[in-house]
């Protein structure tokens, strides 16, 4: 059903949805590009990042290139595969978004408490292992809810009144009994979620009761620059996801339910890239050597053609 059903408001929407994206697209891939092309960004910290990029790029790609199509050509349908294919990867990609931001924290809890111990225990070995766990929970979470929304069999109009094939509003359209296994699923995953987040909280307790015993100020605005960006990040990622899904869904979602999943779903995969480079000096200055060495390449190919004879 999208946000609107007024025309006129669709179309804005689409083109809203759309500039968001290519904003989107532009940030992480920045990221991704200037992680992975300079050996001073190698570290466990900027693999995780990297990975983080990836996982909103593609999490953004699930819902709001479906949502622009649909809007534009005033056609809300959308086949029952591809529906399915919204709810594995989008689950699949929250789920992972959720781990590589216990991984992270993790990464700065063992940088800031164990310093000397960090290059043992968080080598590149142990990255790659970390990130492998990632993609294959999320891989996993999302085959389980999707195998959980196929056992549905639905009945009157399949209407969902979200902007994309939300698992919560799939529920408001099966049959009486047949959304039990899809609940066991979704209760194992958020158990799951809130074991995560209680990982989180514990590693930032260390770590600012680490940081409030540093003699040294600069010392702590120095860790503090470094975490707050990815605490940021988590809050907004656990705050929407909270509000969205603890609000009781109904036949017709006020605008205040839209939004929230607005929130959840658009909003921190398109502010992850600037809040995680705001505050980082080391990944500005990479991108702004890279763009000084591209810009200095091409102006040396393009020479040859400005030189009068």
Known sequence: MGLSDNQELQIFHALLFLVTYLFNSAGN??????????????SPMYYFLKHLSILDFSSLSVTVPQYVDSSLARSGYISYGQCMIQVFLFTALAWSEMAILTVMSYDHYMAICFPLHYEVIMSPRMGTWAVAAVWLSGS????????????????????????????????KLSCSND?????????????????????????????FSTVLRMPSAESRSKVFSSCLPHLF??????????FTYLNPTSDSPTALQFLFSIFYTVLPPTLNPVICSLRNKTLKNVARKLLF?????????????????
Not at 29 to 42: A, K, S, V
Not at 143 to 162: K, Y
Not at 234 to 239: G, I, K, P, Y
Not at 296 to 303: F, I, R, T
Request: proline share 2%; aromatic share 14%; glycine share 6%.
């Open 29 to 42: 891939f920045t990221i991704i590009t200037i992680t992975t092309l300079d050996p001073q960004l190698h």
């Open 140 to 171: 996993i979470s999302g085959t389980l809810c999707a195998t959980g929304v196929l056992s549905i069999r639905f009945w009157g109009d399949r209407i969902i009144h979200q902007f994309f094939c939300d698992v919560a509003q799939l529920l």
């Open 179 to 207: 959304y039990l296994a899809i609940m066991g699923v979704v209760n194992f995953v958020a158990i799951m979620a809130f074991a995560c987040f209680i990982g989180i909280v514990i590693s930032y307790v260390h770590i």
């Open 233 to 242: 990040v988590v809050s907004l990622f656990f705050s929407t996801g909270t």
């Open 293 to 309: 060495n591209t810009k200095y390449h091409l102006l040396e190919s393009l020479g040859p053609l400005f030189i009068t004879v």
